[in-house]
């Protein structure tokens, strides 16, 4: 994955929302209702880009978003951490949480 998960795997949240709940709890804000089919909703990568002060353009797509914030943490994004229809797999939210966790170390 990324390079920056250097938490224990016990600490790995198992599911999508717990991965979403995570990255608010982290950003001390509530966390965003999760969409149709656990799909994770988009205003949690703008909430990260917003509260980091990333920069990144608000029009962006949800797997755009994604990669920019781990890109801007120096981490690399694969390919497996996003899908077909504009999704991020459960390895790209993760790398998400990583990089929120780099950004507030």
């Not at 599911?15 to 950003?27: F, G, H, P, T």
């Not at 978003?65 to 229809?85: K, N, Q």
Request: no cysteine; hydrophobic share 45%; aromatic share 6%.
């Amino acid at each position: 994955m990324t390079q920056f998960l250097d938490f224990e795997e016990t600490d790995v949240p198992l599911d999508k929302k717990e991965i979403v709940d995570e990255i608010a709890r982290l950003l001390g804000m509530p966390a965003p209702p999760m969409s149709t089919g656990s799909t994770e909703p988009r205003a949690i990568f703008q909430m990260v880009n917003d509260h980091l002060g990333l920069g990144l353009d608000p029009r962006l797509g949800k797997p755009e978003l994604a990669r920019g914030i781990v890109e801007a943490s120096g981490a690399t994004w694969d390919p497996d951490f996003e899908s077909r229809g504009a999704t991020v797999t459960k390895p790209g939210l993760l790398a998400v949480l990583a990089a929120v966790r780099f950004y507030l170390a």
